[in-house]
């Protein structure tokens, strides 16, 4: 049977007003009263309330308190009198947050008997569903969409040898002084996205020559915009809406639900969305964090190739599809001729012009109808990819895709870096470097990725 969870935490925001704050000082006497006769301030908190040394957290304004677990008591009441309040109930399934000026009073139950972790679940989904308010986690700063704020990055000037020139989505002419480079955004993945593109203008040796295409659906493309807006105030970008509908049809499950998104088929339709005076463009993953200056892979010839990736030849090709695949010849028949090589689709450089020349969109699309059918794959947009290319990409230098910093797909677990220089540091897989740091959990590798995150926190502790 599962434990209980060890705390439950409450945060309430600092209120500017005077009077405010008097209430908040007398409410925090009137619950270290209740709660404990010594409570003392403990610096092992986290940003999300959890106490190393297994106390309840209480968060106020301006003192960050603790108190020990009392096993003598049966029954402890929480009352917090004024807003805005903040309940979270940690049980490692649900974050509820509640934001109004109400009374809330919250009993916690303990026996000597373990808890029953699916009634504290069925607790705080009665209290989100009655409340009807939106899951956050308290020490993160929120926008009135509930996307994550973000600080605003600083402004990056090109270098001397670099040609000044200006991009707009009416051009019809291409310029090679320009490096395009394409990106996903949602909401889900959004801190990623912005680590990625603070990342690419920090050493880029001509950032204002950079523009940013970034692919989202139309329900939150406003809130989007506003938020790259304000994050990068000086960075040239286009938002362009992918219709979820396009592929939803065509999508079948894989081993992990992320991969089955309809943004994650976006780079499919890239040829499409973009304007024809676009033709060529880097493709990122929202997951990675460039540290070299990007000109130099968008640099690379391609000669007669339509992608150019870092391929890995050692790696078994045949685990990327099923054995109704390979007992198939009509099926086999499609890489004759090739060497296939496993390539990583969240790094490519893609030459557009060629892409649809050649009808790319449809081949791969052709596949992803008969994945439908038959189940020749088991992982998501990678597979159509490899069936289309694999063997004929231009090879790019590993340095430019350190993947897999995410572990596999089924538990992502740390992995160190492939032997070799490194430009480019991607956590492809199931662990993601902003959730691992959240959670006081992170690989090594991760704080590499920290020092990319504009997220903006709630201050812990407030200076006043």
């Known amino acids: 049977m599962a434990s209980p969870p060890t705390c439950l935490v409450f945060h309430l ?44 957290c209480v968060k106020f304004g301006d003192q ?8 003598a008591t049966d029954e402890s009441l929480l009352e917090l009198g004024y807003g805005p309040e903040e309940c979270s109930c940690f049980d490692g399934v649900k974050v509820i947050r509640f934001s109004s000026k109400m009374a809330l009073r919250l009993a916690l139950r303990r026996s000597n008997t373990q808890f029953k972790t699916q009634k504290v679940s ?18 993160v700063t929120t926008t009135d969409t509930d996307l994550p704020a973000f600080r605003e990055a600083p402004a990056f000037r090109n270098g001397r040898e670099c040609f000044k020139t200006v991009w707009s989505p009416e051009d019809r002419t291409h310029n090679p002084s320009i490096i395009h480079i394409a990106m996903t955004l ?35 493309s406003a809130d989007l915009r506003r938020i790259i807006s304000s994050t990068f105030p000086y960075l040239t970008f286009q938002i362009y809406h992918f219709d979820p509908n396009l592929v939803r049809s065509k999508i079948s499950s894989s081993i992990r639900r992320a991969l089955d998104q309809p943004l994650n088929y ?19 993953d929202s997951d990675l964090v460039v540290v070299d200056d990007v000109a130099k892979l968008w640099g690379i010839e391609l000669g007669r190739h339509v992608v150019g990736a870092p391929e890995y030849c050692h790696a078994n090709f045949t685990h990327y599809f099923t054995s109704r695949f390979w007992s198939s010849q009509g099926y086999k028949s499609a890489l004759k001729g090739r ?10 450089v893609i030459d557009l012009g060629r892409w649809r020349e050649g009808r790319f969109t449809v081949k791969l699309e052709t596949w992803m109808r008969i994945q439908k059918r038959h189940r020749i794959y088991e992982l998501g947009s990678l597979p159509p990819f490899l069936l289309v290319f694999a063997g ?6 590993h340095r430019w895709n350190q993947h897999g910093l995410g572990g596999d797909n089924m538990e ?22 902003w959730l691992r740091l959240d959670s006081r959990r992170p690989c090594p590798l991760d704080s590499l990725w920290a020092p990319y995150d504009l997220l903006r926190y709630s201050p812990l502790i407030s200076d006043s």
């Not at 960050?64 to 096993?71: E, G, K, P, Q």
């Not at 060497?339 to 490519?348: A, E, L, Q, R, S």
Request: glycine share 6%.
């Open 412 to 433: 992502g677990l740390c992995r160190n870096l492939h032997p070799g220089p490194v430009s480019l540091l991607h956590w492809s897989g199931k662990g993601k470097p």
């Open 186 to 220: 949602d909401a889900i993945y959004l801190r990623g996205s912005v680590a990625g593109v603070f990342s690419v203008l920090q050493h880029a040796s001509c950032p204002e020559n950079v523009v940013f295409h970034f692919i989202a659906t139309q329900r939150r």
């Open 392 to 397: 004929d990409v231009e090879p790019v230098e």
């Open 339 to 348: 060497k296939p090589c496993y390539f990583n689709t969240g790094v490519m």
């Open 122 to 139: 069925a607790m705080c989904l009665r209290l989100c569903l009655f409340l009807l308010f939106p899951i956050a986690i308290s020490s």
């Open 64 to 71: 960050l308190l603790v108190s020990r677990l009392m096993n």
């Open 266 to 284: 976006a780079r499919i339709y890239l040829a499409d969305l973009l304007s024809a005076s676009v033709r060529r463009v880097i493709y990122f």
């Open 13 to 56: 925001r600092r209120r500017i007003e005077t009077h405010h704050n008097r209430r908040l000082s007398w409410s925090s006497r009137r619950l270290l009263r209740r709660f404990s006769s010594s409570p003392t301030y403990d610096d092992s908190i986290s940003l999300h309330g959890v106490s190393s040394s297994g106390g309840r």
